[in-house]
């Protein structure tokens, strides 16, 4: 794959035939492989918890997370702007955003400042490890945002190692649980590796000490 459009599958340009193309590629598998990840987590939290979602992309994972948990607070954060409108026009999630539930933000999740210290339960990201660069600025942020005994899950693939390490720059995992583990997370590990074939996922887990 072409370092142009492995950067689209990062963050799909608005307008542009790549970013296109990139956007008709992650939405092949129908989200399947989000949604599971999103539902396995949803069963550790009760109704209204808040929540961040790192890179929700076309919403699959969102849309669960929002239906399984209720949360009190959820929020979006997508640097694509492509993404963000579709997110904000879903018609799934229109009453999420009306209520102010949802909000959809544009920045670096290196930078959060409009997210207090310590008030997140859950921080999710699924197939955007591979982009934090460096991923320990992330990873200290997240850490910030989070409650005591909040958790931090990442979706990773396999196949992204097989991809332009230029831009997909995380995928040693055991390297990025060790990096979660110096930021300060405790019980960081990958699980077992769930579903099958293309939309087959390993989470990577850790939570903020109590």
């Not at 072409?2 to 939405?27: F, H, N, V, Y």
């Not at 958790?151 to 995380?170: E, Q, T, W």
């Not at 405790?186 to 939309?199: C, I, S, T």
Request: net charge negative; with cysteine.
């Amino acid at each position: 794959m072409g370092a142009s459009l492995a950067k689209e599958l990062r963050s799909p340009t608005s307008g542009s035939c790549m970013g296109w193309m990139a956007q008709k590629i992650m939405d092949s598998g129908k989200g399947v492989d989000s949604i599971d990840a999103a539902s396995q987590i949803a069963t550790a939290f009760g109704e209204g918890p808040v929540i961040a979602e790192i890179g929700p992309g076309a919403g699959h994972a969102t849309k669960e997370l929002i239906r399984s948990c209720s949360p009190s607070r959820f929020y979006g954060i997508e640097i694509s702007e492509a993404f963000r409108e579709r997110l904000t026009n879903d018609k799934d999630l229109q009453p999420s955003v009306a209520s102010g539930v949802l909000t959809v933000h544009g920045d670096d999740a290196r930078d959060l400042k409009f997210i207090p210290d310590n008030s997140v339960e859950l921080v999710f990201a699924f197939n955007v490890i591979y982009f934090l660069d460096p991923l320990s600025s992330y990873l200290q942020e997240f850490h910030r945002i989070l409650k005591p005994g909040g958790s931090l899950h990442f979706g990773v693939k396999n196949m992204a190692k097989d991809l332009d390490s230029s831009v997909y720059i995380n995928t040693d995992w055991d390297e990025c649980l060790r990096e979660m583990m110096t930021v300060g997370f405790e019980d960081a590990k990958a699980e077992v590796q769930r579903l099958e074939g293309p939309v087959s996922y390993i989470p990577l887990v850790c939570r903020k000490p109590l």
